[in-house]
């Protein structure tokens, strides 16, 4: 059986750098399973599941060659690659509010405990410098059910941010 | 009744165009049972259009009745099924037999008008909107050889993009 790795590159951002990485991979007999790449600030950042036959010290080899000369800083972990096992979101919940310390941890705490397993989170800072706000998208699965994070989000709410929660139902036809 | 066996995405034949129903008998009945079976057995299946099942016919199943706090019309059988009328837009989350293991957001039209002839040859219309409507849509696209992996938009991003605003 192949083996399987994570992937991570960050470094300053530039056209190119996802497909000679790739091709990188792709020459060293490396296969990509999912990847997501973002760009976050003037970032540029990466996470990859490869499967290769060979072992990480392969990876590194294959691509430190092209992260070196794209200025990127490249870590490899060793782990289980599992295809075919998505988890299907059933809630979307955007939480928006004038930018403090600690509103991440407060509105993730809460959402914690009333059973939620975030699939997918992304936020963001937008607003002017003088006024920030911060925005954050996230899908999860209310593993305790919808209502159980209503009243969560209404103990954030009451502390000056707002929310809305939207129950996905995903139509398969 | 039997039950079919789906045709998986990179069949070509998903992306063929369907050609319309022009006779109305007991093979063709016999079929649509066979259909709503497969739909049935499929996991979560609310709808199903027999070119999933490699039949290049314009038929579609739907049925939304199974969840809750929809508004619906219980099954629906549509050949040669024609939306007339689309108002509004609504993102919802899309799956499909024909593509296991991978779900999308899609944008779909919120209320629709729908005209068609049940398995007997006689003509309906209907008015219907939310998630009836966008499972409608969903199996109409496969009578033109379209999936939803055609219509994905963005997992990050929302519905419409901000507008640049001139002073």
Redesign the interface.
């Given at each position: 059986m192949d083996n399987g790795y994570m992937l991570t590159l960050v470094g300053k951002d530039r056209p190119g750098i996802v497909s000679h990485v790739a091709s990188a991979l792709y020459e060293g007999g490396c296969n990509l399973g999912e990847s997501s790449m973002l760009r976050l600030g003037d970032s540029f950042t990466i996470m990859m599941m490869v499967t290769c036959e060979d072992n990480a010290h392969a990876i590194e080899q294959a691509v430190a060659p092209v992260a070196e000369s794209m200025g990127l800083r490249l870590h490899v972990d060793k782990i289980d690659v599992t295809l075919?096992?998505?988890v299907?979101?059933d809630v979307h919940i955007v939480v928006y509010g004038a930018d403090r310390p600690g509103i991440v941890a407060r509105v993730t705490g809460v959402l914690a405990e009333a059973g939620l397993n975030i699939i997918?989170l992304?936020s963001n800072v937008g607003g002017t410098p003088a006024q920030p706000i911060y925005i954050m998208?996230i899908d999860g699965v209310a593993n305790e059910g919808v209502s159980a994070l209503e009243s969560a989000l209404e103990i954030v709410t009451k502390e000056g941010v707002d929310a809305k929660l939207s129950p996905?139902?995903?139509?398969?036809? | 009744m039997a039950q079919l066996e789906i045709l998986k995405y990179p069949d070509r034949r998903l992306k063929e165009v369907s050609v319309a129903v022009d006779v109305f008998d007991d093979e063709l009945r016999h079929f649509i049972d066979d259909l709503e079976e497969t739909m049935r057995a499929?996991?979560?299946?609310?709808?199903?259009?027999a070119s999933q099942v490699g039949r290049q016919q314009r038929i579609a199943i739907?049925d939304v009745s199974s969840?809750p706090k929809?508004s619906h019309h219980g099954k629906l059988i549509l050949i040669n099924p024609e939306i007339t009328k689309w108002e509004g837009f609504t993102k919802?989350?899309?799956?499909?037999?024909s593509v296991p293991?991978?779900?999308g957001n899609v944008i779909r039209a919120k209320k629709i008008v729908v005209t068609y002839v049940d398995e007997w040859g006689k003509g309906h219309e209907i008015e219907t909107q939310g998630?009836e409507a966008?499972?409608i849509q969903?199996?109409l696209d496969?009578l033109e050889g379209m999936l939803?992996l055609d219509r994905l938009v963005s997992?990050?991003n929302d519905l419409f993009k901000r507008k640049v605003y001139q002073e």
């Open positions: 075919h096992h998505h299907e979101p997918n992304d998208h996905i139902e995903t139509m398969i036809g | 499929g996991p979560g299946g609310v709808g199903i259009a739907v969840k929809v919802g989350r899309e799956g499909c037999m293991d991978y779900t998630f966008v499972a969903h199996e496969h939803f997992r990050r």
